[in-house]
């Protein structure tokens, strides 16, 4: 069955109930009488409810519905919220430098409304003192506390400890968030043309927006 409705010539009933252009109800009508109203008004006969009896038709002009259905649907996509699994791996022993960059990367993650799965890599004879990995998960946990939550406990897994964050932000607020950030920054590009405007309008609002599909992996450290 098409999800296209019938419209015009296409319509074979003897009779529609008819609404008007603004909404209001004409009534049950002939066919060839609607067409006709049709004509008249410089618009389309279509087919809204076919399962109903008589089946109710409209006026419109339906190229003009069709193209506002897609942008509002256009919309709706845009605005969807994809929960994100960002991952990000240290090691136990990781230097002071190497942990507020990878910190860092999960504050970013946090404050864009994903979720950061964190993986503690044991090699050698560190997977003896799995308590080195467990301390640097809860350390971490505590320092982005303000921004996310610990929705999975620190687990082994094989070689690995995993721990999985949770952001208090919602998606959606984070998105609407970057969103404002940016209009903001494109208004302060326009009063003040020294700057670059692609500076202004750079940000980090397209990671918000990155697709559920392809999560991000921070490398490994070495």
Wanted: neutral net charge; hydrophobic residues 35%; charged residues 35%.
């Amino acid at each position: 069955m098409s999800a296209e409705p019938r419209i015009n010539d296409r319509i074979r009933v003897p009779e529609v109930r008819l609404v008007g252009p603004s909404g209001e109800q004409v009534g049950i009508v002939p066919l060839a009488k609607a067409l006709e109203l049709a004509q008249e008004y410089d618009l389309d006969l279509v087919e809204v409810a076919a399962n109903a009896r008589p089946p109710v038709c409209k006026l419109m002009d339906y190229g003009k519905f069709k193209y506002e259905s897609a942008m509002k649907a256009r919309e709706a996509r845009k605005n969807q919220a994809h929960t994100v699994i960002k991952e990000m791996k240290l090691r136990p022993k990781i230097d002071p430098h190497d942990y507020d960059t990878k910190k860092g990367h999960v504050v970013r993650f946090l404050k864009q409304g994903d979720k950061v799965k964190i993986t503690i890599m044991f090699r050698g004879r560190e997977q003896s003192r799995p308590e080195l990995g467990y301390r640097l998960l809860q350390r971490l946990a505590e320092d982005v506390a303000d921004l996310g939550f610990v929705e999975s406990n620190p687990k082994q897994d094989g070689r690995n400890m995993i721990m999985v964050l949770g952001p208090h932000k919602k998606k959606t607020e984070a998105m609407a968030e970057a969103r404002q950030a940016q209009e903001a920054r494109k208004a302060e590009a326009k009063a003040n043309p020294g700057k670059s405007q692609n500076a202004a309008e750079s940000d980090d609002f397209e990671d918000a927006e990155a697709p559920a599909e392809a999560p991000a992996e921070e490398p490994a450290d070495a």
